[in-house]
């Protein structure tokens, strides 16, 4: 079992910029990828951004050149960096990892809130 610490949502005006943490404790051996997903209102959840522990990223296309995932091995820390923020870009952020056994943990979200 995985278990996250997520922290860095908040209020930001459109074209700001936000950084989301994740520090993960647990059984983070068993992690081959951790990523952010997101979920707004009346809508599924969907991914965001992804890395894998070879460092392979994945972005979602409404995302690419705006957001950028990275972490820190040594912290157990994913970040999501999150710049030219638009409105539609509102919703609760999920922490998220895959682990060996294909077993997907999650955290318990932060709420990323754009104003126009």
């Known amino acids: 079992q995985v278990q996250f610490v997520e922290s860095g949502g908040g209020l930001v005006q459109a074209g700001g910029s936000l950084r989301l943490s994740c520090v993960a404790s647990?059984?983070?051996?068993?992690?081959?990828?951790q990523g952010w997903y997101r979920q707004a209102p009346g809508k599924q959840r969907e991914l965001v951004a992804s890395?894998?522990?070879?460092?392979?990223?994945r972005y979602a296309d409404s995302v690419k050149g705006r957001f950028t995932i990275s972490r820190d091995n040594a912290k157990n820390t994913v970040y999501l960096q999150m710049n030219s923020l638009e409105p539609e870009d509102t919703a609760v952020y999920y922490c998220?990892?895959?682990?060996?056994?294909?077993?997907?943990?999650w955290g318990q979200g932060t709420q990323v809130t754009v104003s126009s």
């Open positions: 890395i894998s522990n070879s460092g392979t990223t």
């Open positions: 647990g059984n983070t051996a068993s992690i081959i990828s």
């Open positions: 998220s990892a895959l682990n060996l056994a294909g077993i997907r943990n």
